[in-house]
């Protein structure tokens, strides 16, 4: 199969592969099968009596059947398809994209903590208690709040977490309030989250400035409300500057605040939530304290607790009982108003322990200076950058600096177009479309983990590419990316026409009409 | 600090860039009193050798599953995990790469999910499957929720087969989302009948299989029963390599599937990260939560790999998606996709006999003990066990002796005094014969 | 030829008959982008004026095509659910989601007519 390398067809040099260098073209596996093939060896039992009730699976599952090394193989040509944190910087807003540190890989894999059952007697995880503890204490004191309920599997679980436990503590006190004011920058899991509880999200507008309309909050705002969900600092990448007066309008309405706390990572170990008033947030550990993002998960997202809610968080509970640690699975003694569980067991252990070893690698002095260096990188690009893209917002912006595409206007080039010329420039796109208040958004947040290096070479870049923009060459960066593994891919075909598994049989059908 | 690439010399040249004379002037936004001037009072930064020493210590204090017979089951399993897992799910491009929201640059990501999409939908016998959810008791609540919208009613009935922990979930998320709950009381054996709670209202019946006391049965006649009244049969796996040797849900008429798969890729890690999968019947498609990757072609006419369907979940729907759900369980659905590739056809049927072998022959030992008596008709590597006395205190007593032999149920159903003296047990490839030895004659010793 | 009527949520309205044919403009169709999924509601069912009657999705974002009047759903599009694509290509003819029969075929007098609408696009941001 022969493939042209380049643009210009006149020019093309093919490859009788498919290949392009260490670009190697790799099928399925269900493409490889070799049947009878294995990649395990396992013994045999002896000879046996099944007790399966006559239920024995029949016939041909399907699964291919492949070696060790065609396994390695596979997926070791797979994984150099994928931009990663450690191939470069990774400019997603809203994500945190920092250096995930291998001490945390090591350290989950102990077997005191990997091979250990979250069902053996307690009396035997003595240690796995104690991290739990500490993480705890860590999160509290960061946060300033007397409580975290640790079993929510990722951030939107989290939101759920806080939520629910907003509607049980009113409930406790005997009020039914239907509505939830969401402010419209707000991440899609906010309104998500509330209307999944049973509430009405009432979306709160912007200001010129970025920042929430606190008079168009206060108008909101009656007994009818249960909760404001704000994000701080914002989606925009800006600090709630009046939000002190805010949270006092949402308690003197007896309602709850709730914070997103993905933004955590531009205030941390110089601000303390429950200092701005702040009744419940969730962390994502997989954003602010470095947990790998894995392509897509597995997260967590503990929720910090103010007093008056923390009877209400979900099970398990980890207590200081008399006799030491305990935990707590039901309903009773103190966790007799918990909301019940969330999630099975007890929370993401293995992120417990990558973070914890995070935190301590950092420590007061070193988170400290973590949102420091992520809001002096942020505002280094913002200042690099703002001669040649448009900022949404004047002035400085905190851990990430948001642009619209003002910048792009009468080019014909959208958002999309520039950020997937940014992938050939070597760079995975910052966050595009994101928040929706601003119109084709570029959302970009360096984390400290980059040196000023990095960020310079990534100004360049950009640069580059807005000034190659403004002179006329569209078509450049409407038939981008040209140099990655698949070029731009068609996603209203997959959408018409979902073809979400390898399916032999249909192909085949397909084959014949 | 060893993570932070920049010096004090770096900081002072970006800060005259910016044109602020300190990093204060930065965080101007925040309120006085709210400014923290000192450090918060938790320990100074540590290098590797004092952070890896501080938490070996607590690790060192836990007794391991490698450490002594072991036959703890109810939900998250024993198995071994080839070596080449571990070591291709920490390559960089995998581990520290994000959400394929840019395919061009996510390929690697993109094939396997739509890889492992297969292989759960051919492991359950079900049409489709989606990219993993948090684990297997948020995936029922999900099934319920999911079954709700395609029924357009609002009750389901639980067996009392499911897993306590994942019908307490289910309640969370029905006493929050607005629905209902009904069923009978969890017990062991295989009379249960649920025909009698179906009506008109439901929207599902979700049942377990192997159920949490490891009964396995045909549900193809509760199947048809649902169907009849307009509702769905929702089926539940905890223990995932059981698809290796027994019948499927798909071919005993399920319309969805909810599942852990923890026992294929992935540890104990304490109850998480694990692995929730969901699958369904191709129609149910569009109501389905979580990530869905979808095949397509590029601007060259290749094949790839895109996230598909995306206007059921939140970042588009906002109110009105399927789920609130964002992150699924990536890295744990890839330690899947390669424990199972190189399982492969012969492998999964193998390693589930292998499970199947070690469990009979546990029960017999066990069997072989006065008053123990097996409270199964059929199981594959986990099974109840009635014991003459309450099962709690001869589990703490075998633990001291360095057996850790089961669960009693008590510890998931506190208030069941009927289910005091009952036992979880499971045994998969990594028990020993030396391991049925020990179990067998200290459970005589606790019990005489 | 009957005469369209428009919404300001995007819909158009025509009466054929006893029937009110209903789908969305050609604005709509090119802010969406391709579509790629209708849900049309069930044959019988009742829509109330201003209420979700059927969902439009494109890649990109999913939106509620809103009954402009009320009624009864009589006939709906099945071509659409094999070829979405038609409300691309033929949004005011071919892509036509429902027809109702609707409780009062005055209700679409109140609807802005085509120059109207026209003028309500143009002052869009």
């Not at chain 1, 509607?167 to 999944?196: D, F, I, Q």
Request: with cysteine; net charge negative; glycine share 10%.
């Amino acid at each position: 199969m022969s493939i042209r390398t380049t643009e210009d067809p006149t020019t093309s040099v093919a490859s009788t592969t498919g290949n392009r260098g260490l670009q190697i073209e790799e099928k399925l596996i269900f493409e490889q099968d070799s049947p009878g093939r294995c990649g395990v060896d396992l013994v045999d039992p002896p000879p046996f009596q099944a007790r399966l009730g006559g239920l024995e699976r029949q016939g041909v599952i399907g699964l291919p059947g492949l070696s060790e090394p065609q396994v390695v193989r596979h997926f070791t040509r797979l994984s150099q398809k994928n931009y990663a944190i450690d191939s470069g910087l990774y400019p997603l807003g809203s994500c945190t994209m920092k250096h995930n540190p291998r001490l945390n890989e090591k350290l989950a894999r102990l077997p005191g903590f990997a091979d250990i059952h979250p069902l053996q007697p307690p009396s035997t995880v003595p240690g796995a208690l104690a991290l739990i503890d500490t993480l705890a204490h860590w999160l509290k004191t960061l946060t300033g709040m007397p409580a975290v309920a640790l079993s929510p599997g990722a951030g939107a679980h989290g939101e759920l977490c806080g939520i629910m436990s907003i509607r049980a503590a009113l409930e406790a006190r005997g009020e039914r309030r239907s509505r939830v004011l969401v402010p419209e920058s707000a991440h899609g899991t906010n309104p998500a989250t509330a209307a999944a509880c049973g509430y009405t999200v009432d979306s709160v507008p912007g200001n010129q400035q970025g920042r929430v309309d606190v008079e168009a909050l206060k108008d909101r705002l009656d007994t009818d409300v249960a909760a404001l969900m704000l994000t701080n600092p914002n989606t925009c990448g800006l600090f709630e500057n009046q939000i002190l007066e805010i949270a006092a309008a949402v308690h003197q309405a007896g309602a709850f605040f709730y914070c997103d706390g993905a933004n955590f990572n531009a205030i941390v170990g110089r601000v303390r939530p429950a200092d701005l008033g702040i009744d419940c947030m969730h962390l994502n550990l997989h954003k602010t304290f470095s947990t790998p993002h894995g392509g897509g998960g597995p997260g967590s997202g503990p929720v910090a607790l103010a007093a008056n809610l923390a009877p209400y968080a979900p099970l398990p509970w980890l207590v200081h009982g008399p006799h030491g640690l305990e935990l707590v699975e039901h309903k009773r003694g103190k966790a007799q108003q918990a909301i019940g569980r969330l999630k099975g067991f007890h929370g993401q252990m293995g992120m417990f322990v990558r973070a914890l070893a995070y935190m301590m690698s950092h420590g007061a002095d070193g988170l400290r200076q973590v949102a420091e260096d992520a809001v002096l990188n942020a505002n280094y690009l913002r200042v690099r950058l703002e001669g040649d893209l448009s900022p949404a917002f004047a002035g400085p912006c905190m851990h990430e600096v948001l642009f619209d595409d003002d910048f792009l206007k009468d080019t014909g080039i959208t958002t999309l177009d520039f950020a997937k010329a940014l992938i050939d420039e070597g760079y995975h796109p910052m966050t595009i479309y994101f928040p929706l208040v601003v119109h084709g958004a570029l959302l970009i947040e360096p984390t400290e983990t980059e040196g000023k290096a990095s960020l310079d070479q990534f100004a360049g870049a950009l640069k580059a590419l807005a000034a190659e923009a403004c002179s006329g060459d569209a078509a450049r960066f409407r038939t981008a990316p040209r140099w990655t593994p698949r070029r731009r891919l068609d996603e209203t075909a997959a959408a018409r026409k979902p073809v979400l598994r390898w399916d032999p049989e249909r192909m085949n059908r397909e084959a014949d009409k | 600090m060893r993570y932070l690439p920049l010096t004090d010399s770096d900081r002072a040249e970006m800060l005259e860039t910016i044109g602020v004379d300190s990093i204060d002037a930065l965080f101007a936004d925040v309120p006085r009193g709210a400014r923290l001037d000192g450090l918060i009072d938790l320990p100074g930064a540590m290098g590797e050798i004092e952070v890896e020493r501080a938490i070996s210590c607590m690790a060192s204090r836990n007794i391991a599953a490698g450490s002594g017979p072991f036959f703890i089951g109810g939900g998250a399993y024993r198995h071994h995990i080839p070596a080449a897992v571990d070591h291709l799910i920490q390559r960089g491009e995998f581990l520290t790469s994000y959400t394929p929201y840019q395919p061009e640059l996510a390929q690697g990501t993109l094939q396997y999910l739509f890889e492992f999409q297969t292989q759960v939908a051919l492991l359950t016998g079900m049409k489709v499957a989606n990219a993993s959810l948090y684990d297997g008791a948020t995936a029922c609540a999900e099934a319920v929720m999911m079954a709700n919208r395609l029924t357009r009613r609002r009750k389901a009935v639980l067996s009392g087969g499911l897993h306590p922990q994942y019908r307490e979930v289910c309640e969370t998320y029905a006493r929050f989302v607005g629905f209902e709950l009904g069923g009978p009381d969890p017990a062991p054996g295989d009379g249960e009948d649920l025909t009698g709670l179906v009506d008109g209202d439901t929207s599902c019946v979700v049942v377990q299989n192997p159920g949490f006391f490891g009964e396995i049965r045909d549900y193809s006649e509760l199947a048809r029963y649902c169907h009849g009244a307009g509702a769905l049969l929702v089926i539940v796996i905890t223990e995932i390599l059981s698809l290796g040797a027994i019948v499927p849900p798909g071919e005993m008429g399920a319309d969805i599937v909810a599942a852990e798969g923890q026992s294929l890729g992935n540890a104990l890690n304490f109850g998480g990260p694990h692995l929730g999968l969901l699958a369904s019947r191709e129609k149910f498609v569009r109501q389905m939560p979580g990530r869905l990757a979808g095949q397509t072609v590029d601007a060259d006419g290749r094949r790839g790999w895109v996230l598909t369907l995306s206007t059921r979940e939140q970042h588009i729907r906002r109110e009105k998606a399927t789920s609130n759900i964002c992150t699924n369980s990536g890295l744990c659905a890839l330690a899947f996709t390669i424990h199972l590739a190189l399982l492969g056809e012969t492998g999964l049927a193998r390693l589930a006999r292998l499970n199947h072998a070690m469990a009979v022959a546990l029960a017999a030992r066990l069997e072989r003990v006065p008053g123990v008596r097996l409270l199964n008709r059929a199981f594959f590597n986990e099974f109840a066990v009635r014991l003459p006395r309450p099962a709690a205190a001869v589990i703490d007593a075998l633990a001291e002796r360095g057996v850790l032999a089961g669960i009693p149920v008590s510890r998931c159903y506190p208030d069941r005094t009927e289910l005091a003296e009952i036992l979880l047990v499971a045994a998969t490839e990594m028990v020993t014969t030396e391991d049925l030895d020990r179990f067998e004659q200290e459970l005589n010793e606790a019990l005489s | 030829m009957s005469t369209f009527r428009f919404t300001r949520d995007h819909e158009w309205v025509r009466l054929d008959g006893d029937l009110a044919i209903v789908g969305i403009t050609d604005y709509a169709q090119s802010q969406l982008g391709d579509v790629v999924y209708v849900e049309l509601p069930e044959i019988g069912r009742r829509v109330e004026k201003g209420k979700e009657a059927a969902v439009v999705e494109s890649v990109k974002a999913a939106s509620e095509v809103y009954a402009p009047v009320s009624g009864e759903v009589a006939e709906i599009n099945e071509t659409l659910t094999a070829d979405p694509a038609t409300v691309n290509a033929d949004p005011m003819g071919e892509g036509w989601f429902l027809k109702l029969r609707p409780d009062d075929p005055k209700e679409l007098d109140s609807l802005m007519d085509e120059e109207g609408y026209k003028r309500f696009i143009a002052e869009q941001p």
